[in-house]
């Protein structure tokens, strides 16, 4: 059914964008607005006076050595986050497609992880990995495992990467969820008399049919990896050690407030923020072309 | 590839809902079975506990001779055809029909060959390529029927699947499946709602009612001889008159409650005189008389062409239907007669017909 309802005057429907207008102003026009302006100043050692530079601190940036390195642990990060946390949530989905009973609780029980801020995700999993306190990090060294994570890199990256994708399975799960759902019933028993079973119907004809849940999740895994786990590692390893677990977007906020680099930091999250556009666009494009069909 | 198949006390309830109240059923090999009954009588339920999809709450089904009960549907050797077609949306019309034989590991070059001779049989060669959406409503149909045909298996079902055809087309396709279904001479469960349907196509009938089995007989043999009040009103179109009755002159006889004493042509009925009965008699068979009878005031006129169905009601009120070949008559109120040889005589009581006496 189509509601349509027509203000006369100007007033009225104004009042009604006025606030969103205002919020997206206020909270994204603005501040990257400022950041744009801010990524092509620099700034002397005291912060006193401030140059315009141009593209400069974009040219420094793609020629420093730690930024590519930086660019490259974020790609692993977000892969990982993405690939684990999808494959987790599509095994419990399907679980849970499987179970009809029951499957008001499992459904709560799976999505309280999205509810949680990330710090505090962050502290139950110091409390699980923590080479001391921590029942797993404690475990591990009782198998004999070297396991502290605050001193090596490659465990620290394995710690906010299972911290990481811990948080967004629920999300995950209900996407999966609902897709697993609209697959039409018939469909699935059709294949069951033409004889496929288990893990040969789930690849041949489940799968292919999520294909469009599949692809946007992908698109939200890697913006939330790459973007949104800032919280994560902050309270899980500080980006450390050493440089081990610092992504771009835990490199923007060291550069700037750590370091104090403002105009290489804004350049960062500049360039952050073309990437988010270019995802989101590339994500749009697709969903359009789903819709049409 | 002939295989006879035995339904064996089958029964099915979800929960405390009784669905199917325990079915008895033999096919010869090759034979096509009908079911049939209205919406929600437990039909799809039947085909999907052959087919595997269901576990049955008891009963066995033999299929060639083995109790597949317990298999999984991959272990049965059945197709099925489903209702809304079930076509796997991703894939093409070529791998549609040769999924199920990749599965069972044929050869490249067999699958080609049955998937090839079957869209010959079907129509669908230059369609091959193309995706289900890409198809109208007939030919998906027709990729169904390939699907479950290339499979060569021991038992087709189909699931109503002609119910989302329009009308030519299901008459159609209705005569194509039975030229398809005799020439493989594959045993086939037929379910559907329309007795048309299910009189052009079934070697035999089963009339389903409430999830109880009512009658299992020839076309032919249900239509004319019905086995109870159920399948008379069921079975032809229009439907059976079914009108109230007494049992009289020492059972040779009934009086209508609408006047008429009509006597029994095929002989006596046993019962007391006095007895509640429900006479059918079908529309066809009702005569014009040009005076006499019963009068009956004409309340609607249907003319189908060829034929002209009134319906009108009787001096006490009760409905009666009539077909005439040709046109109808001019007059408001027509006289009919119910000639002895086409009279139904059931039980009111219990519904079920009634025979004449040795
Ligand atoms: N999975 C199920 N759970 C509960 N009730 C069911 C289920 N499947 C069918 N039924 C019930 O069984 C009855 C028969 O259904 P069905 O076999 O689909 O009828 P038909 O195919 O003759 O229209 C219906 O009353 C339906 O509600
Ligand atoms: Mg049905």
Same mark, same amino acid.
């Given at each position: 059914?189509?509601?349509?309802?027509i203000?006369?005057g100007?007033l009225?429907p104004?009042?009604?964008?006025?606030?969103?207008?205002?919020?997206t102003?206020?909270?994204?026009?603005?501040?990257?607005?400022?950041?744009?302006?801010?990524s092509?100043?620099?700034?002397?050692?005291f912060?006193?006076r401030?140059?315009?530079?141009g593209?400069?601190n974009f040219?420094?940036?793609?020629?420093?050595p730690?930024?590519?390195?930086?660019?490259?642990?974020t790609?692993v990060?977000?892969?990982s986050?993405?690939?684990l946390?999808?494959?987790?949530?599509?095994?419990?989905?399907?679980f849970a497609?499987?179970?009809?009973?029951?499957?008001?609780l499992?459904r709560?029980l799976?999505i309280w992880p999205?509810a949680?801020?990330?710090?505090?995700a962050?502290?139950?999993?110091?409390?699980l990995?923590?080479?001391?306190?921590g029942?797993?990090?404690?475990g591990?060294?009782?198998l004999?495992?070297?396991?502290?994570?605050?001193?090596?890199?490659?465990q620290a990256?394995?710690?906010?990467i299972?911290?990481s994708?811990w948080?967004?399975v629920?999300?995950?799960?209900?996407?999966?969820?609902?897709?697993l759902q609209?697959?039409?019933?018939?469909?699935?028993e059709?294949?069951?008399?033409d004889?496929a079973r288990g893990?040969r119907r789930?690849?041949?004809?489940?799968?292919?049919?999520?294909?469009?849940?599949?692809?946007?999740?992908?698109?939200v895994?890697?913006?939330y990896?790459?973007?949104?786990?800032?919280g994560?590692?902050?309270?899980?390893?500080?980006?450390?050690?050493?440089?081990a677990t610092?992504?771009?977007?835990?490199?923007v906020y060291?550069d700037?407030?750590?370091?104090?680099n403002?105009?290489?930091?804004?350049a960062?999250?500049?360039?952050?923020?073309?990437?988010?556009?270019?995802?989101t666009?590339?994500?749009?494009r697709?969903?359009g072309?789903?819709?049409e069909? | 590839m002939?295989?006879s198949?035995k339904?064996?006390? #089958?029964?099915k309830?979800?929960g405390?809902?009784?669905?199917?109240?325990?079915?008895?059923?033999?096919?010869?090999?090759?034979?096509m079975?009908?079911?049939?009954?209205?919406?929600?009588?437990?039909?799809?339920?039947l085909?999907?506990?052959?087919?595997?999809?269901?576990? +049955?709450?008891?009963?066995?089904?033999?299929?060639?001779?083995?109790?597949v009960?317990?298999?999984?549907?991959?272990e049965?050797?059945?197709a099925?055809?489903?209702?809304?077609?079930?076509?796997?949306?991703?894939?093409?019309?070529?791998?549609n029909?040769a999924y199920g034989?990749?599965?069972?590991?044929?050869?490249t070059?067999?699958?080609?060959?049955?998937?090839?001779?079957a869209?010959?049989?079907l129509?669908?060669?230059?369609?091959?390529?193309?995706?289900p959406?890409?198809l109208?409503?007939?030919q998906?149909?027709?990729v169904?029927?390939?699907?479950a045909?290339?499979?060569?298996?021991?038992?087709?079902?189909?699931?109503?699947p002609?119910?989302? #055809?329009?009308?030519k087309?299901?008459?159609?396709?209705r005569?194509?499946?039975?030229r398809?279904?005799?020439?493989?001479?594959?045993?086939s469960?037929?379910?559907?709602?329309d007795q048309?349907?299910?009189?052009?196509?079934g070697d035999?009938?089963?009339?389903?009612?409430?999830g109880?089995?009512?009658q299992l007989a020839?076309?032919m043999?249900?239509?004319?001889? +019905?086995?109870?009040?159920?399948v008379a009103?069921?079975i032809?179109?229009p439907a059976?008159?079914?009108l109230?009755?007494?049992?009289?002159?020492g059972?040779?006889?009934?009086?209508?409650?609408?006047g +008429?004493?009509?006597?029994?042509?095929?002989?006596?009925?046993?019962g007391?005189?006095?007895?509640?009965?429900?006479v059918?008699?079908?529309p066809?068979?009702v005569?014009?008389?040009?005076?006499?009878? #019963?009068?009956?005031?004409?309340?609607?006129?249907?003319?189908?062409g060829?034929?002209t169905?009134l319906?009108?009601r009787l001096?006490?009120?009760?409905?009666?239907?009539?077909?005439?070949?040709?046109a109808?008559?001019?007059?408001e109120?027509?006289?009919v007669?119910i000639?002895?040889?086409?009279?139904?005589?059931?039980?009111a009581?219990?519904?079920l017909r009634l025979?004449?006496?040795g």
């Open positions: 059914m189509e509601r349509r309802t203000f006369r100007w009225l104004v009042a009604f964008v006025l606030p969103q207008l205002l919020l102003f206020f909270f994204f026009l603005w501040p990257a607005g400022q950041a744009i302006y801010a092509m100043t620099r700034q002397d050692a912060g006193i401030t140059q315009f530079v593209a400069e040219t420094d940036l793609f020629s420093d730690l930024y590519l390195d930086s660019i490259r642990r790609v990060f977000s892969a986050v993405a690939v946390s999808m494959a987790v949530a599509l095994l419990l989905a399907v497609d499987r179970e009809i009973r029951g499957r008001g499992y709560t799976l999205y949680i801020a990330p710090a505090i962050a502290v139950l999993w110091v409390l990995l923590h080479p001391q306190i029942w797993i990090g404690h591990l060294r009782a004999g495992i070297h396991w502290d994570y605050k001193l090596d890199g490659a990256m394995l710690a906010v299972l911290a994708a948080k967004q629920s999300y995950n799960f209900i996407f999966f969820l609902a897709g609209s697959i039409p019933r018939a469909v699935i059709a294949a069951r008399m004889g893990w789930f690849r041949t004809i489940t799968f292919p049919l999520l294909a469009p849940t599949t692809f946007f999740l992908i698109v895994n890697v913006v990896a790459a973007f949104d786990t800032f994560t590692i902050r309270a899980l390893t500080r980006g450390g050690p050493g440089k610092e992504t771009l977007v835990y490199k060291v700037g407030v750590e370091n104090q403002l105009g290489s930091s804004s960062q999250s500049v360039v952050l923020m073309l990437a988010v556009i270019l995802l666009a590339i994500q749009f697709y969903m072309r789903k819709t069909r | 002939m295989a198949l339904l064996e006390g #089958l029964r309830s979800f405390a809902t009784k669905v199917l109240h325990g079915i008895d059923l033999e096919l010869a090999s090759g034979e079975l009908v079911i049939v009954g209205a919406s929600g009588c437990g039909k799809s339920t085909l999907r506990l052959v087919a595997g999809l269901e576990e +049955p709450t008891a009963g066995r089904i033999v299929l060639d001779g083995r109790d009960a317990n298999l999984d549907p991959a049965r050797d059945i099925m055809v489903f209702q809304n077609y079930a076509l796997y949306p991703h894939m093409s019309v070529f791998d029909m034989l990749k599965i069972r590991r044929l050869s070059a067999e699958i080609r060959k049955r998937v090839e001779e869209a010959d049989m129509g669908l060669r230059p369609l091959l390529d193309r995706k959406r890409q109208s409503g007939g998906r149909q027709r169904a029927m390939g699907r045909i290339v499979r060569h298996p021991k038992l087709f079902l189909f699931d109503e002609l119910s989302n #055809l329009d009308a087309l299901r008459v159609t396709m005569a194509e499946i039975k398809l279904q005799r020439r493989m001479g594959v045993t469960l037929y379910v559907t709602h048309v349907e299910a009189m052009t196509l035999r009938l089963l009339v389903l009612h409430q109880v089995p009512v020839t076309p043999e249900v239509f004319e001889r +019905p086995a109870d009040i159920y009103g069921f032809g179109a059976m008159n079914l109230p009755a007494r049992l009289a002159a059972g040779t006889a009934a009086q209508l409650d609408a +008429p004493l009509v006597p029994f042509a095929d002989g006596r009925r046993a007391a005189d006095g007895m509640k009965l429900t059918g008699i079908r066809e068979h005569a014009l008389v040009a005076e006499g009878g #019963l009068a009956l005031q004409v309340d609607l006129v249907e003319p189908l060829s034929e169905v319906i009108g001096p006490d009120g009760e409905m009666l239907s009539i077909k005439l070949a040709g109808a008559p001019p007059e109120t027509v006289h007669a000639p002895p040889p086409n009279l139904h005589v059931f039980d009581a219990t519904g025979e004449p006496r």
